[in-house]
């Protein structure tokens, strides 16, 4: 009796769960799609560099953290340099690098030591001191040198020492639009309804890109193997997940790579928190967290349009530290603000995206993988016949194949970047790939990450995340 | 504010001449009002500064500072100066800024220093840099007088104001 009664919960548990599942996946995938024609008719027509001129828009800091960057600075550097928009200060924030990082620039960008008052709003490790260029080509550029303390921070100096009204928190080795920034302030001036606290970007894989001065002058598909699967997760993450939530203005994460901040919002919150790894996604719910408690309506935006490039992992070991480290972000940030679930308190966050993150992207690796377990038990007791099972798989694989094609038609309907029968004939075969190789990987990731987390209490840091370096890359 | 900036863009662009600047400063209508605020001070429509000097004391964060910013343009008399100066608690972190500039243009000087060694003393970091900034043109010695006071941030300021890298 209690083994069929348990047998019948598994059932149900399981069944309710993947339901629930997919019809998040399908709600989110149409909301995307509606919001994306929406977002397509308000700004097919608008030329941004009309912006240029426009009497009223908020100053911004561009702030880069740099460590051990030393052979590809320069080019970086470069690329921001690039960026179009009237009121902008670039701060480069070298984090205690060991390598000649800031030797580099200062010897290129002719820059000096200069007096450069600054409060310490937000705690931080020492600054050493301010440099600025004495080249007028460069009057954008500050650099920064301070003690180590990681990429959280480095940001925090950075928010210390900037002045603008916004800043643009965002990996060095990003190679951004040169309009990106346009695009990305206005929501801050176009709510009349809602305070904008962060805007997020569409971040894309530069790996196999051609790169000339500093911007992005070919897409390519990636040749490496990882990367190909990336570029179809990153087309769904940002595409239909975070398109759909900034719909419903329950999105929770801003990458860490490329997101534009309200300052005095993230300096009334204390700035980006040091002891966690995923400091990106708990500063966004904390900020979010504050607001509500504050009564202010406010917004998370997101832009869809392709502005940030940045290389992703190439192996199996580098990606499996970054995604092990996302992982143990995510548990951090959901045991600091763990009174936020299904609390009334915080809205839409509270009742929807919070509870969302916890089920669904924490516990959905390991519910899937005592699925799983339970799956082959049962078929060795033979309790399942093979013919639901495959029925059961056929479904799964069909709807993963439909949310890829929606991923992917949205990304050619749109943008376009990616282009060519071969790039299509790829793109399908890694979506067939993907359900046999790369989400059995990220699950292995997951749990790992999980691991890592409770039983290596001591795993804090990030790991060594090594990359080609867009110098390495195919350049004219 | 995204369409009072395309507003005027255009209004810009295409040289347009006949604005009914009364009209706008008397709307109803939060973005015409901030509309009508900002093309008196960017075509220096003086005679409407006692129109604008209502709405510095506006609730609202952008009225307020656009009021501010165009008014502070505007001053020349020595009320005008106290009004902005009485206003300078009120005011956005941008509007002190411009309230800091216009009143170190005052003609009377001495209330200028007074008000900008207040602001060196008591204000957030970028105020103090600024007034102390607008303090070096007025009398270079009552900058130096800074570099010897207990407080760390206002000796920041005053070194930055200094640097002659700057």
Not at chain 1, 248 to 272: P, Q
Not at chain 1, 289 to 299: D, N, P
Request: charged residues 20%; positive net charge.
């Amino acid at each position: 009796m209690n083994i069929i009664f348990f047998n019948n919960f598994i059932n149900v548990f399981f069944f309710i769960f993947s339901g629930t599942l997919f019809c998040f996946y399908f709600i989110t995938a149409i909301l995307s799609i509606v919001e994306m024609k929406n977002h397509i008719k308000k700004t097919v027509d608008f030329d941004y560099r009309t912006m240029l001129s426009f009497p009223k828009l908020p100053s911004v800091s561009i702030i880069a953290p740099a460590y051990n960057e030393e052979k590809n600075i320069i080019e970086n550097i470069k690329c921001l340099l690039s960026i179009q928009y009237p009121d902008y200060e670039i701060i480069i924030v070298n984090d205690g690098s060991k390598d000649d990082t800031l030797a580099t620039i200062i010897k290129f960008f002719d820059l000096i030591k200069i007096e450069r008052a600054y409060e310490l709003k937000i705690p931080c490790e020492m600054i050493r001191g301010v440099y600025q260029s004495v080249n007028p080509a460069y009057n954008h550029l500050l650099v920064v040198d301070k003690e180590n303390g990681g990429k959280a921070d480095a940001l925090n100096s950075g928010i210390n020492v900037s002045r603008k009204d916004l800043f643009l928190a965002i990996d060095v080795d990003c190679i951004i639009e040169s309009n990106a920034i346009l695009k990305m302030v206005r929501p801050f001036i176009n709510d009349q309804t809602h305070k904008v606290i962060v805007t997020g970007g569409v971040i894309r894989v530069a790996n196999s890109c051609e790169v000339a001065g500093g911007r992005i002058v070919k897409v390519n598909y990636p040749q490496n193997f990882w990367a190909k699967f990336q570029v179809m997760e990153y087309f769904r993450a940002f595409t239909i997940g975070r398109m759909a939530w900034a719909k419903l203005n329950g999105l929770l994460i801003i990458s860490g790579a490329f997101g534009l901040f309200d300052r005095e919002v993230v300096v009334k919150v204390g700035g980006y928190d040091k002891t966690t790894v995923g400091e990106d996604l708990e500063l966004v719910v904390r900020m979010r967290k504050y607001m509500y408690e504050t009564g202010t309506k406010h917004r998370v935006a997101f832009i869809p349009d392709p502005l940030c490039w940045t290389e992703v992992p190439e192996s199996f070991k580098i990606l499996s530290r970054q995604r092990n480290r996302w992982t143990r972000g995510a548990i951090d940030t959901i045991k600091k603000h763990k009174n936020m679930f299904f609390n009334p308190k915080y809205g839409m966050i509270g009742l929807v995206s919070f509870p969302y993150w916890v089920i669904y992207e924490w516990l959905s690796p390991i519910i899937e993988f005592f699925g799983i377990l339970f799956l082959l038990i049962y078929l060795i007791l033979n309790l399942y016949s093979l013919n639901i099972i495959v029925l059961v798989l056929l479904f799964v694989i069909t709807l993963s194949l439909m949310l890829s094609t929606i991923a992917i038609y949205i990304e050619a309907y749109t943008y376009y970047k990616y282009r060519g029968v071969k790039y299509l004939f790829q793109a399908f075969l890694c979506v067939l790939l993907e359900i046999v190789i790369y989400h059995p990987s990220n699950l292995y990731f997951s749990l790992s990450g999980n691991f890592d987390y409770f039983f290596k209490k001591n795993k804090k840091g990030w790991g060594n995340m090594t990359r080609t370096g867009f110098a390495a890359m195919k350049t004219k | 504010m995204w369409e009072v900036n395309v507003i005027i863009d255009n209004i810009e662009k295409d040289k347009i001449r006949e604005i009914p600047y009364k009209e706008l400063l008397h709307s109803n209508n939060k973005g015409m009002l901030i509309l009508g605020i900002i093309l008196s001070r960017l075509n220096q429509k003086q005679e409407f500064i006692y129109d604008i000097k209502m709405y510095i004391e506006s609730p609202d964060e952008n009225i307020n500072e656009e009021a501010i910013l165009a008014f502070a343009s505007f001053a020349k008399d020595r009320s005008d100066f106290v009004y902005l100066r009485e206003s300078y608690n009120k005011a956005t972190e941008r509007g002190k800024l411009f309230i800091i500039r216009s009143v170190s243009q005052s003609p009377d000087t001495e209330y200028a220093v007074q008000f900008l060694q207040w602001v060196a003393i008591n204000e957030p970091v970028n105020c103090k840099v600024e007034a102390l900034k607008n303090l070096l043109i007025i009398d270079i010695c009552k900058v130096a007088e800074f570099m010897n006071v207990k407080d760390p941030q206002v000796r920041m300021a005053c070194n930055e104001v200094l640097d002659i890298n700057q």
